[in-house]
């Protein structure tokens, strides 16, 4: 999938967007942490919808302005872009990992347009007993996220660095998740999907189920062989669940 990228300006700052295919829905795609390209679910979807993938500040080669310092700063910064982008109100949002902490709290926000929220393997509540496991300590952390680690996809050292560093910003205290999220998830008023790699190393099964019991309206896909990351590791399975979802919600 060839991706179109550009800049677009808004008020509070340059933003990277990425863009490729076309379809009777449009997709807005927030990625993780491990690289600032939309990467292979996101191609998937393209092949059936319009799909957005802006950079978060900070990541690859994006601007981060100087005030934006969290995950809640990043998400009100997205709401400048999405003014800027003027998306049809049938707009799908996706995001995976951080992004899809970032998703929620851009669902969160009252006046966003999307449709549909598709969480996949979503960080960001704190679920007690059951900690996130810490990446940034792990020697090997591939064989931590990945059930493969032949998945994890490369990156070039400068974006990785970058990635890294901007990932550590807005996830290292408190670790990979914020107190305030949890308790404010009942003002999502838009059907949401939780995608979730069964295997994964780095959030506790408990995290799926703490997502489950603050949202028990949420359609639940469980998707086999891969671990944190499903979207690198089972793209076909993890790109048709979510189509599926979207559509539905549509109707």
């Known amino acids: 999938m060839e991706w179109n990228e550009h800049t677009v300006d808004t008020d509070g700052g340059p933003f990277v967007l990425h863009e490729a295919g076309e379809g009777p829905a449009t997709i807005v795609y927030l ?6 390209m939309p990467g292979p679910v996101a191609a998937k979807l393209a092949e059936r919808a319009r799909v957005v993938a802006p950079s978060h500040p900070g990541f690859g080669t994006a601007n981060r302005p100087e005030w934006v310092e969290s995950v809640r700063d990043v998400a009100e910064h997205y709401v400048d872009l999405l ?12 995001g995976a990992s951080m992004g899809a902490w970032i998703a929620t709290e851009l669902a969160i926000r009252t006046g966003c347009p999307f449709s549909s929220l598709s969480l ?8 007690p007993g059951h900690p996130a496991k810490d990446f940034w300590y792990v020697r090997n952390p ?3 996220l990945f059930t493969d680690p032949a998945a994890m996809p490369e990156v070039p050292a400068g974006e990785r660095v970058a990635n890294e560093e901007s990932a550590a910003r807005y996830g290292w205290s408190p670790r990979l998740h914020d107190p305030t999220l949890a308790p404010r998830l009942h003002r999502l008023a838009l059907p949401v999907q939780l995608v979730w790699g069964t295997d994964d190393r780095l959030l506790p099964k ?5 997502w489950r019991d603050l949202l028990p309206a949420a359609d639940v896909a469980e998707i086999p062989s891969a671990g944190h990351f499903p979207g690198y ?9 979510i189509a599926e979802f979207i559509a539905q919600s549509a109707n």
């Open 233 to 241: 590791e089972q793209p076909d399975h993890t790109a048709d669940v």
């Open 31 to 36: 990625h993780d942490e491990q690289s600032a």
């Open 206 to 210: 408990e995290h799926l189920d703490a």
């Open 142 to 144: 591939e064989e931590l």
């Open 120 to 127: 996949i393997n979503p960080i960001g509540i704190h679920v």
């Open 83 to 94: 003014g800027a982008l003027a998306l049809p109100s049938t707009t799908a949002l996706v």
